[in-house]
């Protein structure tokens, strides 16, 4: 009887230790299932650096002025529809929220940006900014392959706000008009997104902007000349002949006339790079 009461509590001792070594693995499998997993849907608020340029900027110049002017004014005016066209120097930064909409393929982010502008005199980008852009942007995210830790894709949107110009483009002149215009933009790209807690975006930009902006300048221009010590009102005659009209006029007066010009302006395509942290 004591022999058979042994051998129970072995039997016994044997199947509790096959119970327990045959449910570790599954106690196990369930520590792994509660691991935390890198951030796939969450939203992020994003700041980042643009750095491009400005391509096929145009000025187009329109003189006029009175009958009564100088030859050299006359000469202007003769040549005063004229269109300049450039290229320039852009950026800037950027801050926003990026998430996710239902699904990991497809999302929105919403910016503010912020660009310095220099435009370019003779083939040289001027030192001074050309004008300034504040705007607010709302794009759609598409990506083609997205994973916690990698996420490639493109994107498109719209932008509108406020570009502020410093009077580069226009040399002399008072300007009537308010240098703060509105301006509204399209925005396209190709985007890359890598990193766990801490992602790193780059992007490549194309950046449309389809508004002319206007500007009058005003300007009085001096009249007069001197040859052989006398001073001589300049007058244009009637029949365009390139001559001068020798009335003197009185010693010590200047004649002046209003000169004023129109400047369309137009910068309608950026490429920028942006470089961008999200956390």
Known sequence: MRKLFILVLLLSSMVYGAVIDYGSPRIKK???????????????????????????????????????????????????????????????????????VLTP?????????????????????????????????????????TSPSFTIGVFGGIGGGGRYFFFKEISYGTIEDNPNKFTSQVNSGVRVVFGNRIKHSLEFIFNYDWNTYNFTANRMSRMYAILNGQRYDLYWQLDNNYTLATSPGPNGVEAWRNITEKYTIKHPYKLMFRYSVMF
Do not use: C, M
């Open 30 to 100: 369930r520590v792994v299932t509660k691991q935390e997993t890198s951030r796939v849907n969450d939203g992020y608020w994003y700041v980042g650096i643009d750095l491009g340029g400005i391509l096929k900027s145009t000025t187009r110049t329109v003189v006029n002025n009175e009958t009564n002017a100088t030859i050299e004014e006359e000469k202007r005016r003769r040549n005063s529809d004229t269109t300049t066209s450039s290229n320039g120097l852009s950026y800037g930064g950027v801050i926003g929220y990026t998430h996710n």
């Open 105 to 145: 393929y497809v999302g929105l982010r919403y910016y503010i940006n912020l660009l310095a502008n220099h435009g370019s005199t003779d083939s040289k980008i001027d030192k001074k900014p050309s004008y300034f852009d504040y705007t607010a942007n709302v794009d759609l995210l598409i990506n083609f392959y």
